[in-house]
């Protein structure tokens, strides 16, 4: 079945420093890809997605890769702020047939928190 | 307002007792999809709905049922709850069409002591 594996956590950093949270999948399919954040006490919201191959998706200083030849969605930012310091979850979307349509598989989650 | 509404947001009850959580969204999609998230789990899924009358099991259903009253609501019961059910759930709506984000509520904590 379909599994997305994020790099482990928690991850700290100071103000101003490169951020990369590494995302690889499993899919059976053609998957579109995703990364979610999840501030302090809040839902989840969209920061990004990549619907195809080599599609770059980006937000917020944010950016990540569709690479289908590393099974890859790594979540790059050049320098971070406090205010970013939030879980990051990386998702895939199968849109494989049947009742599995828009289905969200999650990776576990990275804790990242950026000190001044 | 917000677009994906969950209520309570927060609900501490005791074992054995039957829970409902609600959902309602104002978005107009016809797809809503109940999850739960545990530290170091990610969000695994219970159910979802594509209208009022599909409803499927997803991964972690055993323990939970639903209801979709109307195309904006959508309730998720614990008919006797336990206490390994502690944990933060999220309701998400989606359109049909293909590539499209789900969006999500802002959850509810329930513990169950």
């Known amino acids: 079945g379909d599994s997305v594996t994020q790099m482990e956590g928690p991850v700290t950093l100071s103000e101003e420093a490169f951020l990369t949270i590494n995302c690889t999948y499993t899919a059976t399919g053609y998957p579109s890809l995703f990364w979610y954040v999840q501030y302090p006490g809040e839902g989840l919201q969209l920061l990004l997605k990549a619907t195809k191959a080599d599609d770059k998706g980006s937000n917020k200083g944010f950016e990540a890769t569709y690479r289908k030849e590393t099974t890859s969605f790594h979540l790059e930012k050049g320098s971070v702020q406090v205010s970013d310091s939030a879980v990051y979850f990386c998702a895939l979307s199968d849109p494989g047939s049947g009742t599995s349509y828009g289905k969200l598989t999650f990776g576990q989650g990275t804790i990242l928190t950026v000190h001044p | 307002d917000a677009d994906v509404t969950q209520t309570p947001r927060n609900r501490i009850t005791k074992t054995g007792k039957r829970i409902m959580l609600e959902c309602s969204q104002t978005k107009g999609h016809d797809r809503m999809y109940w999850y739960r998230q545990d530290p170091g789990l990610g969000l695994r899924l219970i159910y979802y709905?594509?209208?009022?009358?599909?409803?499927n099991k997803g991964e972690i259903s055993d323990g939970y049922s639903v209801s979709r009253q109307a195309q904006a609501k959508f309730s998720l019961s614990l008919e006797s709850a336990i206490p390994n059910q502690t944990a933060l759930y999220f309701c998400a709506t989606r359109t049909g069409q293909n590539y499209n984000e789900q969006f999500f509520g802002p959850g509810t904590r329930l513990t169950v002591l």
């Open positions: 709905s594509f209208d009022v009358k599909d409803i």
